[in-house]
């Protein structure tokens, strides 16, 4: 993990680093499917190396794209760069840029490649919601998900899904197989979609695990740095009560953006989705909210 006074996290570091091996594997069967559907070899190793190194360089960009944030400066929100300010001199670690979604979505969410040159988004949803300590709270759990690097890991594991999808589509609109009489061609098509539909359904069920334990890491850290879980489970808590008032459209299409977000953009029904959840059960997080503020007052 980065340099920094966020407390580390051995299992963490252990999960991040097997579902980069595992993910990295899954990467090498995803170009070879690709390299069989453009029967190319060389043309699936610039497709696969190009969404890789986009996804990598431009992660930040495409996050506050896809949320309709824009970075802001000191004297546009003077009180949150004032919090952010404070929580990096405390965790010893840069400033990330700062940004701001507008949208009644009660959200914030970390982005980028380092810690040098990542970005803490806040929706103004949030910003209505949450008092000064809540707030500080919620940024000093996505300032240490950039410290652990896991937001990185993240950014680079979703390249896999990515790459699925687009393989998919560029095998429908291709036309490959059209010619019935070709069997081949059909067999060809059929190998490499189950291919692709494998590698998408193990690399989600990858990030969903590695998702729900960094959010706990980040939990943890984030509350140990400031020495207020209470704050940071009185967010969580306020928060997820709130999804329940946001348009049932709003949530959906936030949605995809889940494994990144502090709360997941859910109604709050359990079901069988929640097997699959990006984010730990909310008991969870409080019960170790509430066990982590034992423990500091022993301390």
């Given amino acids: 993990m980065a340099s920094s006074r966020f407390a580390p996290d051995r299992g963490l570091s252990f999960r991040m680093g097997l579902t ?47 949320m309709g944030a824009r970075e802001v400066s000191p004297a546009q929100e003077p009180d949150l760069h004032a919090m952010i300010d404070r929580l990096c001199a405390l965790a010893d670690m840069p400033k990330p840029k700062v940004a701001v979604a507008d949208t009644d979505l009660p959200n914030a969410f970390a982005a980028g490649r380092s ?24 940024l000093s759990h996505e300032l240490s998900h950039v410290a652990h690097r896991d937001v990185l890991v993240m950014t680079v594991a979703s390249v896999v899904g990515v790459l699925a999808g687009f393989m998919t589509r560029m095998l ?18 059929l190998v490499v979609m189950v291919v692709a539909a494998v590698v998408y359904g193990v690399s989600f069920l990858l990030t969903r695990l590695l ?10 850290a984030g509350a140990i740095l400031t020495g207020q879980p209470s704050a940071l ?18 949530l959906r299409a936030a949605e995809p ?43």
């Fill in 20 to 66: 980069m091996v595992l993910l990295a594997l899954l990467y090498v069967v995803l170009i070879g499917a690709i390299s069989l559907g453009t029967n190319s070899w060389i043309l699936g190793l610039v497709i696969g190396l190009g969404v890789l190194w986009g996804q990598w360089y431009f992660s930040d960009k495409l996050a506050l794209s896809a």
């Fill in 233 to 250: 489970a009185s967010a969580l808590t306020k928060i997820s009560g709130e999804m329940a008032r946001i348009p049932s459209k709003d």
């Fill in 172 to 189: 429908l609109w291709s036309g490959m197989g059209n010619n019935r009489n070709n069997n081949n061609a059909a067999v060809m098509v």
């Fill in 257 to 299: 953006y889940n494994a990144f977000f502090f709360v997941p953009a859910l109604t709050g029904k359990l079901d069988i989705a929640s097997l699959f959840a990006s984010h730990p059960p909310l008991e969870k997080r409080l019960n170790q909210l509430s066990r982590i503020s034992v423990e500091l007052g022993r301390e």
């Fill in 211 to 220: 998702s729900r334990y960094r959010e706990l890491a980040a939990d943890r």
């Fill in 115 to 138: 810690p040098s040159r990542a970005v803490v988004c806040v929706t103004r949803g949030i910003q209505r919601r949450l008092d000064e300590r809540e707030l500080e709270a919620v």
